[in-house]
């Protein structure tokens, strides 16, 4: 890597990609995503990739983080798969009404600046949150509760993702109106390295139903929907297809097959492809990771794009650097040259 800093794609760039209309190169989305540990462990070491372009910005919020229930949950170290803040469903109106007000005049203040500058740089600007309407729910219930109340409490379920569903869409038109996002980013761990977390039936019944109105709004505002699902998703693609979401990431590595999802959907369906960092990224050789790129862009990127690359989660304490220079300057090198045969 030459000491020149690549400037980011310009956001029609990044768009061409996302709609599959040839874009000039394979964007790079989140690859210089540093997990918990990485900075400590290498400090000022990673300064040597500040060079390589990032083609999103992003501006995320947590949207219940005010509530003094989340906060108490957070003092009391409890795991966010092992005991909820909504335990008792007498309490749900109790967390209705503590909820953060939407329609605060503050709400953005943080983010309007670099939002600004996002614009003023003609870069894509992603606007969204971690957590939707399974791992919200889980997070406030407990997983074990929450996959009974499949069962035992649908009415509540459903009158909750009701609930989620109105707040996120004050605070998604909020966002259209005082940032100007291209992008809805959002996240559920819908899947295990098996199989999804609940049946198909379950994600059709008590989810698929809220993210199609998650679709509906970012089709009537020109936002693209942005989705990352861990795990084993390969039962729901077709479902997530339906309701709108435009890119998915990351494809895990050992649980879903590339190939075939590429090959089935990428032609309805674009892919933020996601690196290995458990195994490829942190454990091989440079030469190991380059090969990797190159199948991932060769896999995704079609001829009409279709593709970005990512780093499947968080870059992991104990990556060599040379590992991680090779993910990016691969992604970048062959990600131009791919695109350059069609």
Known sequence: MNSTKIPPLPKNEVKKAVDRKNPARVPLIRCLWWGEGLEEEYGAGLDRF????????????????????????????????AA???????????????LPDPDREDLFSDLKETAQKAHQEDRYLLFGWWRLFFERPWGLRGMENL????YV?????????EILGDYYLKLLARAVCELNPDGFWTSDDLGHQKQLMMS???FREFIKPYYAEIGD????????????????????????????VDIF??????????????????????FLAGFDVQHILQEGTPADVRREVRFLIDTFDG????????????????????????????????????RKQF
């Open 50 to 81: 500040s060079d390589y372009p990032d083609d999103a910005e992003f501006v995320l919020i947590d949207p219940l983080s005010e509530m003094d229930w989340v906060q108490k949950q957070e003092e009391q170290s409890q795991a966010h798969d």
């Open 84 to 98: 909820g803040i909504l335990a008792d469903w007498k309490d749900l109106e109790k967390f209705v009404s503590a």
């Open 147 to 150: 996959l009974t109340d499949y």
């Open 153 to 161: 409490n649908p009415e509540q379920v459903h009158h909750l993702q």
């Open 200 to 202: 198909p039936r379950h």
């Open 217 to 244: 709004f970012c089709r009537q505002h020109n936002l693209h929907f942005w989705l990352h699902s861990c795990g084993d998703n390969s039962a729901i693609v077709e479902d997530l297809i339906e309701v709108g």
């Open 249 to 270: 990431h990351p494809v895990q590595k050992h649980t879903m097959d590339e190939k075939k999802t590429a090959e089935k959907y990428g032609s309805k369906l674009s």
């Open 303 to 338: 001829p009409d794009g279709g593709m970005c690359l990512a780093a499947g989660n968080g870059i992991l304490p104990g990556t060599p650097l040379e590992n991680i220079e090779a993910f990016l300057d691969e992604g970048l090198s062959y990600g131009r040259q791919h």
